[in-house]
């Protein structure tokens, strides 16, 4: 069984540049977390999501940023007009329930140039 | 919202060494696990301990749910075992998990 994928697993991006970062849950795995890493901050929770549905955005800054888990095909964390302050690693997760388990991806690492 | 405290911040082993990691929780949880973040950054899952005693080779993890605390302990340490170490909780209706700063663990030969 597979574990969470992530792609890319290093992203460069301009400053207003778009970013897009993918998230493919285990199999079976319905429910997804994004978190992101940044440097002297730790690891926060930004987003949860099953198919099709947002459920706790409470961690996503209001502006720029998005997610969206659809039907068919990966989460895609959409970042726009990129900023230097966006530079972090960008982890994905995923469950089988709600408030079981928690598998990460290996991340993707967003760098802003 | 919950707040996850660990300690020690820092810790410096010989090979061989046994250690004990802590984590305060300031609430119930319904979700506790450990994780190990490697050299190269990525996560990877130790245990998942709400509550209750596991063992996993030569690490086992404790949670006192009633006190708000778990415990890692790594016994026989390998320089492999450098990272850092994160405790992560849930609680009630949030299924987000709280990280707390970490371990940051260094395992001489």
């Known amino acids: 069984n597979a574990g969470v994928m992530q792609n890319p697993r290093h992203l460069v991006r301009r400053r207003g540049q778009e970013a897009r970062l993918r998230c493919s849950p285990m199999?079976?795995?319905?429910?997804v977390y994004w978190y992101r890493q940044l440097p002297e901050e730790g690891l926060k929770f930004m987003v949860y999501?099953?198919?099709?549905?947002?459920?706790?955005e409470s961690g996503m800054p209001k502006e720029r940023f998005s997610a969206e888990f659809p039907k068919e095909g990966p989460s895609i964390l959409r970042i726009q007009q990129v900023v230097r302050g966006d530079s972090a690693a960008y982890f994905c997760?995923?469950?089988?329930?709600?408030?079981?388990?928690?598998?990460f991806g290996p991340g993707t690492r967003l760098t802003v140039t | 919202g919950i707040q996850v405290e660990q300690s020690p911040p820092d810790l410096i082993l010989q090979e061989g060494a046994n250690s004990t990691l802590r984590c305060n929780f300031s609430?119930?949880?319904?979700?506790l696990q450990w994780f190990h973040q490697n050299p190269w950054g990525q996560l990877i899952n130790l245990f998942y301990?709400?509550?209750g005693t596991k063992q996993n080779g030569r690490l086992s993890a404790t949670t006192v749910a009633t006190e708000r605390y778990s415990l890692l302990y790594i016994s026989s340490s390998q320089t492999t075992d450098s990272g850092v170490y994160f405790c992560?909780?849930?609680?009630?209706?949030?299924?987000?998990?709280?990280f707390g700063k970490g371990t940051l663990l260094t395992v001489n030969p």
């Open positions: 609430d119930s949880v319904n979700n």
């Open positions: 301990i709400p509550s």
């Open positions: 997760a995923s469950s089988p329930s709600p408030n079981s388990e928690q598998y």
């Open positions: 199999k079976g795995h319905s429910h």
């Open positions: 999501l099953q198919k099709e549905n947002i459920i706790d």
């Open positions: 992560a909780v849930g609680g009630g209706s949030n299924y987000k998990l709280t």
